[in-house]
T-cell receptor, first 113, second 114 residues
Framework: AQTVTQSQPEMSVQEAETVTLSCTYD???????LFWYKQPPSRQMILVIR??????QNATENRFSVNFQKAAKSFSLKISDSQLGDTAMYFC??????????FGTGTSLTVIP | GAVVSQHPSRVICKSGTSVKIECRSL??????MFWYRQFPKKSLMLMAT?????????EQGVEKDKFLINHASLTLSTLTVTSAHPEDSSFYIC??????????FGPGTRLTVT
């Protein structure tokens, strides 16, 4: 079974500071992708960042970056210079062949002004 | 990314009635769409995979006779909740598959059964 674990149900960070959200996954597949999605109060799922498992280089998207540790099956998200608009639920997800996504339980992030 | 719409965004129906939710892929043809259910402050739970021109594949524990899925065209999939009950109240989200490993999500539909 494919599982994704987010061990931090809630987190908070001061505006302009940096925060890291944790995610671990379990798979026996060799080819897969990992994602972080953001779900603000509007409930629209927004893709934050994507990592291909065969790429060793960590993905970055502006203030968002990941620390991908393939051997440890760890995929954490770092948000730098946190902004009030970053307040949302964050879901880690993995996908393998067949396009089925496996989501973690989510981390509720609050950015404090 | 792909643009996905859902209609309606909110619906209230009476217990025992049926309600249909539409999911449209607006800018590309989607052979595969997914339907999720999300409870408050919980993760997305995959209900079924909708394949154009064939029967949907339901996840274990999801009643296929209660949650009817039709994917009649490459741009439209519908989810019909039949004989709805209050416990069916939830947030329903669809997504479309685009290429390998990509999914784009609709804005969701909030269903309230009274």
């Amino acid at each position: 079974a494919q599982t994704v674990t987010q061990s931090q149900p809630e987190m908070s960070v001061q505006e302009a500071e940096t925060v890291t959200l944790s995610c671990t996954y379990d798979t026996s597949e060799s080819n897969y992708y990992l994602f972080w999605y953001k779900q603000p109060p509007s409930r629209q799922m927004i893709l934050v960042i994507r990592q291909e498992a065969y790429k060793q280089q960590n993905a970055t998207e502006n203030r968002f970056s990941v620390n991908f540790q393939k051997a440890a099956k760890s995929f954490s998200l770092k948000i730098s210079d946190s902004q009030l608009g970053d307040t949302a639920m964050y879901f880690c997800a993995s996908v393998y062949t067949g396009n089925q996504f496996y989501f973690g339980t989510g981390t509720s992030l609050t950015v404090i002004p | 990314g792909a643009v996905v719409s859902q209609h309606p965004s909110r619906v209230i129906c009476k217990s025992g009635t049926s309600v249909k939710i539409e999911c449209r892929s607006l800018d590309f043809q989607a052979t595969t769409m997914f339907w999720y259910r999300q409870f408050p402050k919980k993760s997305l739970m995959l209900m079924a995979t909708s394949n154009e021109g064939s029967k949907a594949t339901y996840e274990q524990g999801v009643e296929k006779d209660k949650f009817l899925i039709n994917h009649a065209s490459l741009t439209l999939s519908t989810l019909t909740v039949t004989s709805a009950h209050p416990e069916d109240s939830s947030f329903y989200i669809c997504s479309v598959s685009h290429g390998n490993y990509e999914q784009y999500f609709g804005p969701g539909t909030r269903l309230t059964v009274t």
